[in-house]
């Protein structure tokens, strides 16, 4: 069935280093591929998505890019903040209203 | 503009007690779902609608119940609460249309003793 693994957190990093959060993916045919991100005491919120393989999603310095022949969706960033320190989902589209999420990867920066 | 409005913001209720949680959007989208968040766990779907009058269950659909007489709102109904149910619950809709992005309310957070 589908299914999606995130790396286990929490990951703590000092500002302005490189972050990268792995996500994989189990799935039939091409599903949309997406990070949400939830800050502390909010709901979720979309960073980045990517519809097909090969693509590229991109917000607030955030990358991911959409592998197939991985089957990966890893999120990087190059210099984070302590703004960054979030709780970030993989999620994939199954169908026209469901999403399958990953458990989340807590993320801590330190000044 | 609003979004996605979710109330109450905390509640915590006592075994056998019933309540609902209410969820408004302002963006008329078709689409409208509840989920719940369990602690280290991602986000598991209980009840989801394709537009008012239009119900179906999720994943975790049992304890619960929903109806949706409008498009803005989806209340979500626990008719007796167990410990189980503790959890954040999160609202959330989207046009139900191409990559389908959802957006999410700020989630209430019930406690069940």
């Known amino acids: 069935g589908n299914s999606v693994t995130q790396m286990e957190g929490p990951v703590t990093l000092s500002e302005e280093a490189f972050l990268t959060i792995n996500c994989t993916y189990t799935?039939?045919?091409?599903?949309?591929l997406f990070w949400y991100v939830q800050y502390p005491g909010e709901g979720l919120q979309l960073l980045l998505k990517a519809t097909k393989a090969d693509d590229k999603g991109s917000n607030k310095g955030f990358e991911a890019t959409y592998r197939k022949e991985t089957t990966s969706f890893h999120l990087e960033k190059g210099s984070v903040q302590v703004s960054d320190s979030a709780v970030y989902f993989c999620a994939l589209k199954r169908s026209n209203y469901q999403l399958i999420w990953g458990a989340g990867t807590k993320l801590i920066i330190k000044p | 503009n609003a979004g996605v409005t979710q109330t109450p913001k905390f509640r915590i209720l006592k075994i056998g007690q019933s309540m609902t949680l209410q969820c408004t959007q302002d963006?008329?989208?078709?689409?409208m779902y509840w989920y719940r968040q369990d602690p280290g766990m991602g986000l598991k779907l209980i009840y989801y609608s394709v537009g008012a009058g239009i119900t179906d269950k999720g994943e975790v659909p049992n304890g619960y119940n929903v109806s949706r007489s409008t498009t803005e709102d989806f209340p979500l109904r626990l008719e007796l609460a167990a410990p189980s149910q503790t959890s954040v619950y999160f609202c959330?809709?989207?046009?139900?249309?191409?990559?389908?992005?959802?957006?999410f309310g700020p989630g209430t957070r019930l406690t069940v003793l």
């Open positions: 963006m008329n989208h078709n689409y």
């Open positions: 959330a809709s989207s046009t139900g249309t191409g990559t389908d992005t959802q957006y």
């Open positions: 799935a039939t045919g091409y599903p949309s």
